[in-house]
C-alpha cells in the first residue's frame, strides 16, 4: 500500500492480498487487514510485487518512507520526469497539496540567486492521482502519517490550468538585445557566456532578473494571473506578460517606486548551442586566413606566422615599435576572432580580428581590419575609439595599413 486509506484505516507500507486487477475502472481490489472485506484501491496506490514474501520484502525496503508525505509549500512547484532541474516537468502542484514521498534519489540541485546550488535533495514522489516524478525539497514540508486522513490542498482558489503559463515557465527567457545580436548575425559570445536571463524561480520560488547593470530578486508565494495572458507573483511588485509566443514584458518597482519594464525573448536556439555555432563559424573565418599562409611576409613589417590552433608570431616588425607594438613584446600571441565590421567597409575587407600579445603584461590588444587575396594578407590598424561594442564603426583619420605577400617558397598547392 502506498496510499494511506482512511476508511477503512490502512497505513501505507501495509502488505495486502491482491484479487483482482481491473484496468477498466483503474483499480486493485484487495482484502484488508483482520477483516474479511474487500475494497478497491487506484492501481497508482498499490505497489504489485507478486508473492506475498516478495511483498514483505518491498514493504522492508520502503519501511523508511513508508509514512512520510510532505506538503507542498509553494504553488506550481513543479515535479519533473528526472531529478535535474532541467528535465520535463510533468505536474504542477497547488499551494498546500499533499505528496507520497517515495524514496530520496541522487540528482543536480537547482541552483539559487547567488549561484550556489539549493539546500534540500531530490525525492520520487507520487499524487494523489497518481503522477510519478522527482521534486526538489527545497519547498517541501515533510511530515509523518500515523492515522485519519491524509489532507487534500485547501481550496484557497479556484486554480484552473493555465497552458500559457506553464509555456512561460518551461522556456528560457533571454534578454531582449540577445535576440538582436542573432538577427544582425554578431554574436558576442563573452555576453552570451554570462547567461543573462529572467528566471521565474519556480523551482525556488524566487524570481530573478540577471542582467548587465542589473542583478534583482523577488521571494514569492504564488503566481496567479493578472490579466490576458499577464500573470502577477504574489507578495511582490513583479508581473510578467506575455507579448508574443516568444516575446515577455516583466514589470517591477525599482528602488525609487518608479515602475520598470523589461522585455525578454525565448530563443528558437539554446544559448550554448549558438556559442557553440558561433565558435564554429570563427574557427572556419581564422582558417580561410590561416590557409592563404600560414606565413605572411612584408619587406616593411616583418614576417606573422599563424599556427593552426589560432596563435601566431611576428618577427621584424621594428618600424610598427612603438606606436603600434609596445617595446616589450616578443612577438608572440593569439588572433582572436572577436570582431565584426561595419557594412561601410565590407567592400574593401573581409573582417577584422584582434591580435593579442601575451608576452605583455597586461596583454596588448592591437585590432585589424583584413582581407585576404591570392597575393597576402592586407590589414588595418583600428584605433580603439573606431571600436563601438564589438564592431569596428570608424577608421582612423590616418590610417595604418600593411600587405604582407603569401610566402610562395612553402606553397605545395595548386
Known sequence: MLWSSEEPAIISGTVLPVYIRSNIDRVWVVGVPNDTRKIEIPLSQLEFVGS???????????????????????????IRDGPDNGSRRVYRLRLGEIIKVMNVVE?????????????????????????????FSYRLRFFDHLEGTVLEAP??????????????????????????????????????????RFDPGVDSGVARIYLPD???????????????????????SLQMNLRTSTSLAVQFLDAAGLRRTLLFVSLS????????????????????VYN???????????????????????????????????????????VLM???????????????????????????DIYFMYMVDNQGLRLEVVPEYGIEGITVTRRSS???????????SLFTGP
Open 52 to 78: 506475498k514474501k516478495k511483498a514483505e520484502a518491498r514493504a522492508r525496503e520502503f519501511a523508511e518512507y513508508a509514512k512520510v508525505y510532505a506538503e507542498n509549500m509553494q504553488d506550481g512547484l513543479p
Open 107 to 135: 540528482g543536480n540541485p537547482p541552483i539559487s540567486t547567488t549561484g550556489d546550488p539549493l539546500p534540500g535533495d531530490w525525492y520520487l514522489v507520487l499524487t494523489n492521482d497518481g503522477v510519478r516524478g522527482y521534486c
Open 155 to 196: 481550496v484557497l482558489r479556484d486554480i484552473m490550468p493555465d497552458p500559457e503559463l506553464e509555456m512561460v515557465l518551461s522556456r528560457t527567457w533571454s534578454p531582449e538585445y540577445y535576440q538582436q545580436m542573432i538577427n544582425s548575425r554578431r554574436i558576442n559570445i563573452p555576453e552570451l557566456e554570462k547567461n543573462y
Open 214 to 236: 542589473m542583478e534583482m530578486e523577488f521571494r514569492y508565494d504564488a503566481i496567479y494571473p493578472d490579466g490576458d495572458q499577464a500573470w502577477r507573483f504574489e507578495g511582490t
Open 269 to 288: 536556439t539554446d544559448v550554448y548551442d549558438l556559442i557553440i555555432q558561433e565558435t564554429a563559424l570563427r574557427e572556419t573565418q581564422y582558417m580561410s
Open 292 to 334: 592563404q599562409g600560414p606565413v605572411f611576409t612584408s619587406s616593411n613589417y616583418g614576417t606573422i606566422t599563424l599556427s593552426e590552433d589560432g596563435g601566431f608570431t611576428w618577427t621584424g616588425y621594428d618600424l610598427l615599435v612603438p606606436h603600434i607594438i609596445p617595446y616589450e613584446s616578443r612577438g608572440r600571441g593569439d
Open 338 to 364: 572577436n570582431l565584426f565590421i561595419s557594412q561601410s567597409y565590407t567592400d574593401r575587407y573581409t573582417g577584422a580580428f584582434t591580435f593579442r600579445f601575451i608576452d605583455v603584461i597586461p596583454n596588448s
Open 398 to 408: 590616418s590610417p595604418t595599413v600593411l600587405y604582407f605577400y603569401r610566402d610562395f
